[in-house]
């Protein structure tokens, strides 16, 4: 087609440069990238005769600001209006650093159909009349992820801690109406699930239970009354929350489900903190190897009284009118944290479960559902192995998983063990509890600090990319819920007595709130000097609200911050009782991120080329998480930033991890031996140029880099949505290679349904698909783009192309698709 002169003049304003288009709207492989700064309020809008040309500004502020600006370089070229095709139409909603100000903001989405009734162009569009797309999402609205399940996605919530009570009520009235509307309202989150911890955890202010006497194995002191949970304002706070949700939502109910972090001292073995002739623990922290006084076989007096707790906290909280849908047996068992704590390993657990818990739960509570486990991906497969193939197995609903990596390095948090929710599926499938079992994410939260008082909006909004990349990984995979940790906590992260302070969607700031005369610390906060000054306490409100911390919530003294608005594009719109179809976002002509005749990568700097990052495949895509060089030592070796700006690099490891089963990155000093040294050998073969890449100092068998297909086949991905690469047989044709000296891709035709690419842990741009017979209509998509690149898309379900847009750098879309 020939671009029309106003076209042309948009395309040719100096202030807005545009890529070049040739005759038939391919980009020509000349263009020019152009480097611009983005900033809060940088991003603007063309809209001429239906034409939509996004694009950002150069932005100075008048005076600097405590937060500091996200400022990467990212590519400005014109780019196709949404359009929809056949009898779909669609609506857009947007999230974008681009635009942070602009939360969920609605997008022009065009029929091509006259019938649709909605602006139409004046003929009918092709997919490539401008240029051809970066990406199609590839999507069969007609198949299931997961076959034979039956249970759906049953929604996303929070933990009412007690943290978040006193800080829930250390506002308003209008504050705490506020965060009600928010987290359970219509025009919210929408939040269906809730949990409570059974007696204190690290999110309290102290340790307390509800019954200290010792010896008490009949529980006649437990307090029926709840007092602490009462005084605390968790009860009421609840209680409000499920007002909030029936009104909003059908009176309907919030799920609730109780989690312990340990038991009252008296029924703990002593720890390695207490005196060495002690008859039972001093104190709530900490944890023997074998929790319970006299263990858990069916003699145990300790462990059966502790069964009976449970009972006890479930027939005092629906005296309240809180009734509980499920209990977890015990947050992270594998962990004897420095708070509160009671460990258990498979076995131990499995003999609770089925001396003790399971029947007093089934004759006095037997329609409460019971999840094992509660703890991190990395084990999860094993936990579910051992308690479905045992005696326990007749009390176990389901198992709930946290997406806590493990270790040290939290921002690792999020990132690993995908491959194993895949095996948890087929665990599942093994067992023969595949249809009804429920996968629940049960915990998640960044830590340390919250993005508000660190005052880096990269940061904030890399912590919302993360949440969304976590959540639509988990769904793909067969996972039917997904809760955060905290509701709401304060500008620091707390309260939390062992000074744990973690990040959460919002926070309370009653001192920011219009007419306060609030401090701007609440008395129970006590690490007021933890991690430094409080950045966005020292920016105004319209300078928060600019980098998309909302001033109309500031005022009524709520920080919105990022991770909410990312959480609201899946919660708001994949309703209870959605579940999710089969999708994967694939390349179109050449590379989404790198377009035909440019041999570097796109995409942005890699943030995943880090020690502990899985490695995979995934459809290539031309960015730099799909970059790898063979260095001077023969080290396979990726690099980039985190999100701090720091510089990383990790290498390809010479063995493969015990508990994801796959090959992760890691060190590349030599000194320390964790690298693989590699070399690329020729494969005889008449037509391709394949290559094995075989380990130097590696095993003896099983030598080279090589595809491990997904268990549950792959869920909603396929298989070549994130695959694991092994280290495997050479002479199979999962271990042929091509590798491209000039772009860095390492590349692989393994798989039948099209080409994919050596990844580190996902790629930058991502999707779901779902049925939601319960939002805003039955067919429902997000797309999320990590990159800080913009990207083209067609949306293709089966063969028929239903919708052509663009997402901008960061940003996170949902689409909503009505026939």
Avoid at 523 to 544: A, D, I, Q
Avoid at 774 to 799: F, H, P, S, W
């Amino acid at each position: 087609m020939t671009v029309s002169s106003l076209e042309q003049s948009v395309m040719n304003n100096e202030s807005s440069p545009l890529v070049s288009l040739s005759s038939n709207g391919v980009k020509s492989p000349k263009a020019k990238r152009s480097s611009v700064r983005l900033v809060a309020a940088g991003a603007a809008c063309f809209i001429c005769i239906g034409l939509v040309v996004q694009g950002v500004l150069h932005h100075s502020a008048k005076k600097p600001v405590p937060i500091t600006q996200q400022e990467p370089v990212v590519e400005q070229i014109y780019r196709p209006y949404c359009e929809s095709y056949g009898r779909t139409t669609a609506r857009i909603i947007q999230t974008s650093l681009t635009q942070p100000s602009q939360q969920w903001n609605p997008l022009p989405c065009y029929s091509t159909n006259p019938e649709n009734g909605l602006f139409t162009r004046p003929k009918k569009a092709v997919v490539d009349e401008y240029q051809v797309p970066d990406a199609v999402l590839q999507v069969d609205f007609d198949t299931f992820a997961i076959e034979n399940r039956s249970v759906k996605i049953l929604g996303f919530g929070g933990a009412f801690t007690e943290a978040a009570a006193l800080n829930y009520h250390s506002l308003s009235k209008v504050g705490r109406d506020t965060v009600m509307e928010l987290f359970f309202g219509k025009s919210g989150l929408g939040y269906s699930i809730g949990r409570v911890h059974i007696n204190s955890c690290d999110f309290s202010v102290k340790s307390y239970n509800f019954d200290n006497t010792d010896g008490d194995f009949e529980l006649h002191d437990f307090d029926m009354n709840l007092t602490h949970d009462v005084q605390s304002g968790m009860v009421d706070m609840m209680q409000n929350a499920q007002h909030t949700y029936a009104k909003a939502w059908n009176n309907e109910s919030i799920k609730m489900y109780a989690s312990p972090w340990s038991p009252p001292p008296w029924m703990k073995a002593p720890t390695p903190d207490d005196p060495k002739d002690a008859l039972h623990a001093e104190n709530m922290t900490n944890s023997a190897k074998v929790c319970l006084r006299d263990g858990v076989g069916p003699d145990s007096k300790y462990a059966q009284v502790w069964a009976l707790y449970f009972s006890k906290f479930i027939t005092a909280y629906a005296k309240k009118g809180i009734p509980m849908w499920a209990i977890t047996i015990q947050n992270e068992p594998e962990f004897a944290a420095p708070w509160e704590a009671c460990a258990y390993k498979t076995n131990t657990e499995r003999d609770f479960l089925a001396n003790h818990l399971g029947p007093q739960l089934r004759k006095s509570h037997p329609d409460l559902k019971i999840f094992i486990f509660d703890h991190n991906k990395d084990h999860a497969p094993t936990w579910i192995r051992a308690l479905l193939n045992s005696s326990a197995a007749e009390y176990v609903d389901g198992t709930a998983i946290h997406w806590y990596a493990g270790g040290m390095d939290r921002l690792l948090d999020g990132t690993v063990g995908a491959p194993n929710m895949h095996r948890v599926l087929s665990e599942l499938d093994a067992a023969g509890h595949m249809e009804e079992h429920i996968i629940l994410g049960s915990e998640a939260c960044h830590c340390p600090y919250t993005g508000y008082a660190g005052g880096d909006i990269k940061v904030a909004w890399a912590r919302a990319e993360r949440y969304a990349h976590s959540i639509l990984s988990d769904l793909a995979a067969g996972s039917n819920a997904w809760v955060e940790w905290n509701l709401i906590l304060d500008a620091k992260g707390g309260p939390n007595h062992l000074g744990n302070l973690c990040d959460t969607t919002l926070l309370a700031v009653p001192d920011r709130a219009l007419n306060s005369t609030e401090p701007q610390f609440q008395p129970f906060e006590k690490n007021t000097e933890k991690f430094g000054r409080v950045v966005g306490s020292e920016s105004t409100p319209e300078e928060l609200n600019a980098l998309g911390f909302p001033a109309k919530f500031l005022n009524a003294g709520v920080v919105v911050q990022p991770m909410y608005y990312y959480m609201g594009h899946i919660s708001r719109h994949v309703r209870p009782g959605s579940t999710a179809v089969k999708g994967l976002v694939d390349s179109g002509a050449g590379r989404t991120f790198r377009p035909p005749g440019q041999a570097f990568a796109g995409g942005g700097i890699n943030d995943l080329a880090r020690n502990g990052i899985e490695l995979t495949v995934w459809p290539c895509e031309g960015s730099t998480r799909q970059v790898f060089k063979l260095n001077k030592h023969e080290q396979l070796e990726v690099s980039g930033h985190d999100w701090l700006g720091k510089p990383t690099k990790s290498c390809i490891g010479k063995s493969m991890d015990p508990s994801f089963k796959g090959l992760l990155l890691g060190i590349c000093n030599r000194t320390m031996d964790k690298a693989g040294e590699y070399e690329v050998v020729p494969v005889a073969n008449d037509t391709v140029d394949y290559v094995n890449i075989r380990i130097k100092n590696g095993p003896k068998r099983h030598k080279c880099l090589a595809i491990q297909e997904l268990k549950n086949g792959g869920g909603a991905y396929g298989l070549r949505g994130g695959s694991q690469v092994v280290l495997g047989n050479c002479s199979d044709s999962s271990a042929q290679w091509t590798i491209s000296h000039e772009t860095g891709e390492i590349s692989s035709l393994y798989f039948e349904e099209g080409e994919v690419c050596m990844t580190t842990g996902w790629p930058f741009l991502q999707m779901g698909a779902f049925l939601t017979p319960n939002g805003d209509t039955d067919r429902t998509m997000v797309i999320l783009n990590e990159a800080a690149e913009g990207a083209n898309y067609i949306i293709r379900n089966k063969q028929d192309i239903i919708l052509t847009g663009v997402i901008p750098a960061h940003s996170i879309q949902t689409v909503i698709l009505d026939n």
